[in-house]
């Protein structure tokens, strides 16, 4: 999402998701196991998974001072947290 603030510059709106790690490896037995089907890509059955105040924790936006601009402020909704660049 693009923005216009006073100065008239453009602020750029970056929306990320985070991604947990949920490779978790097969442990090591003698005993036979069943490996008809190999494990599923949990990655993309598990964005939003996780919820805390109504917002998903992996939510980040990224706000940045134009097209390949620096980062002017950083937000965690689920956290309720804005961190703003003051020069």
């Given at each position: ?48 998974w996780l ?37």
């Amino acid at each position: 999402m693009d923005m216009e603030i006073g100065t008239g510059k453009v602020l750029l709106e970056e929306d990320w998701r985070l991604q947990y790690d949920s490779d978790f490896g097969w442990p090591e037995s003698e005993l036979p196991v069943w490996t008809e089907s190999e494990p599923q890509c949990v990655g993309w059955q598990t964005p939003g998974w996780l919820v805390y105040a109504g917002e998903s924790l992996d939510r980040f936006i990224f706000v940045r001072g134009g097209y390949g601009g620096p980062v002017v402020e950083a937000r965690v909704p689920s956290l309720r947290l804005n961190l703003t660049v003051h020069e």
